[in-house]
T-cell receptor
């Protein structure tokens, strides 16, 4: 079974631009979560989608948004990029309803560099 | 406010010896705890978990201990192998608003196993 895929793997943008990252979950998984990883900060939770609905949101500004499509694929968008947005963005998918605990499977991430 | 803390950013251990990675948390509502391992250029992979109703869970060379009164958990790897060299993230789960579960990660500990 194919794992979680994220595109693109690497991205370089300049301040003020916007960016869209894509995540394809494992087949059959309906829940997709997004995380930001920066050195020393670990993984910071951005948001979680289940059946096209945002179920949970972390403490990030409104410049960070996301959506999920009917095939469970998800995108996240960052508008008006800032230097501090440079990070590894990780997507994770899981099978069951997020109200019950279930293991999350992570993709390899998209490395975003903002110049 | 970091609810999950890994106070040691790095740990070096000799091959064959025990590796002990520590994690502290502050929120008593966390009811499920996990450890993830991350190699460079890859997403985190699930290693082992423990429910708050238990104090120990073992899987091969990996054992997780939970001390609820101290709000502390630890991961023991015995014996340590060079292939275990990676960043280890501790994560804690609770049911948040909207009945959705959310994972909160620590900042990670870089484990280096020396041959």
């Amino acid at each position: 079974k194919a794992g979680v895929t994220q595109t693109p793997r690497y991205l370089i943008k300049t301040r003020g631009q916007q960016v869209t990252l894509s995540c394809s979950p494992i087949s059959g998984h309906r829940s997709v979560s997004w995380y930001q990883q920066t050195p020393g900060q670990g993984l910071q939770f951005l948001f979680e989608y289940f059946s096209e609905t945002q179920r949970n949101k972390g403490n990030f500004p409104g410049r960070f948004s996301g959506r999920q499509f009917s095939n469970s694929r998800s995108e996240m968008n960052v508008s008006t990029l800032e230097l501090g947005d440079s990070a590894l963005y990780l997507c994770a998918s899981s099978y069951r309803d997020p109200r019950s605990y279930n293991e999350q499977f992570f993709g390899p991430g998209t490395r975003l560099t903002v110049l | 406010d970091q609810q999950v803390k890994q106070n040691s950013p790095s740990l070096s251990v000799q091959e064959g010896r025990i590796s002990i990675l520590n994690c502290d948390y502050t929120n008593s509502m966390f009811d499920y705890f996990l450890w993830y391992k991350k190699y460079p250029a890859e997403g985190p992979t699930f290693l082992i978990s423990i429910s708050s109703i238990k104090d120990k869970n073992e899987d091969g060379r990996f054992t997780v201990f939970l001390n609820k009164s101290a709000k502390h958990l630890s991961l023991h790897i015995v014996p340590s192998q060079p292939g275990d060299s990676a960043v280890y993230f501790c994560a804690a789960s609770l049911v948040s608003s909207g009945s959705a579960r959310q994972l909160t990660f620590g900042s990670g500990t870089q484990l280096t196993v020396l041959p």
